[in-house]
């Protein structure tokens, strides 16, 4: 059972613009704290043997995910009036954006290009970037074992293109997942929705996460994994599994606000 999470806390700042443009480039990506599950900590449990008997037992092990980095934190933005040197005229502080935010391996995305990643049929496939990531056929925590829900929640766009109406129209499957929130462990599809989306010009997949200040004029952020307020949690893939336990992978991100 894989129950570990590695966690970067993060606060992202960047510009925002009033119209449907396509997701700009973070401004800030700025580190806060970073931990990893402790599986030492776990006292073994224990049971006693009697000579004679056979016993049936039930057991639950522990070990961390060697396949997927967590992300979660807060955003903030400014809605900018500037020219194209960025000399800037004028700009309003948006605390509490709505909207969502993105990331991949690859730094530029063709953005008008994108769809939902549908594991087969498109310039990349989940056999390709299970591989990528070190996933075997047989790994529990893999892609498709974690993107498990089909179709979004939301009715999202990049941009001005509707990504859910493309899923519906070109019959590409959304596959979806909600990282945990305190005390409703794989039972709550409603909150922090996590989606995969590709670019199918340059192959790239791109893990996306809806920000959840969702609610018109609400300002109250929900409560995340560790029972703490966060605007967004963010599941990314990284391969930690043989050979590659001391690598890292530069993600990098983007967002698009309302």
Not at 139 to 145: H, Q, R, V
Not at 198 to 205: F, K, N, P, Q, R
Not at 221 to 240: K, P
Request: glycine share 10%; aromatic share 16%.
């Amino acid at each position: 059972m894989i129950l570990g999470l590695i966690a970067l806390m993060t606060i992202f700042s960047v510009f925002v613009w009033a119209d449907s443009d396509y997701p700009y480039g973070m401004r800030e990506v700025n580190f806060i704290q970073s931990s990893r599950s402790n599986v030492s900590a776990y006292t073994p449990d224990n049971i006693e043997a009697e000579a004679g008997n056979v016993t049936e037992l039930s057991l639950v092990g522990i070990s961390t995910t060697r396949g997927w980095q967590g992300y979660y934190g807060n955003i903030s933005g400014i809605i900018t009036l500037e020219d194209a040197f960025g000399y800037v005229f004028y700009n309003w502080s948006a605390t509490e954006p709505k909207g969502e935010i993105y990331a991949s391996v690859n730094n530029s995305i063709s953005w008008s290009d994108v769809v939902c990643f549908n594991w087969t049929g498109q310039s990349i496939t989940l056999e390709g970037e299970e591989a990528r990531y070190g996933f075997g056929d047989d790994s529990a925590d893999g892609i498709n074992e974690t993107f498990t829900n089909a179709g979004l929640d939301s009715d999202l766009f990049v941009g001005s293109l509707n990504i859910t109406g493309n899923a519906t129209t070109l019959g590409y499957t959304c596959h979806t997942t909600n990282p945990f929130q305190y005390g409703f462990q794989n039972s709550n599809t409603d909150n922090f929705e996590n989606f995969l989306l590709a670019d199918v010009v340059s192959g790239a997949l791109i893990f996306g996460a809806v920000i959840e200040n969702d609610d018109f004029d609400n300002e109250t952020d929900i409560r995340g994994y560790n029972n703490n307020t966060y605007d967004f949690q963010l599941l990314v893939a990284e391969n930690g599994f043989d050979g590659f336990e001391d690598t890292t992978t530069t993600y990098y991100f983007w967002a698009e606000l309302e």
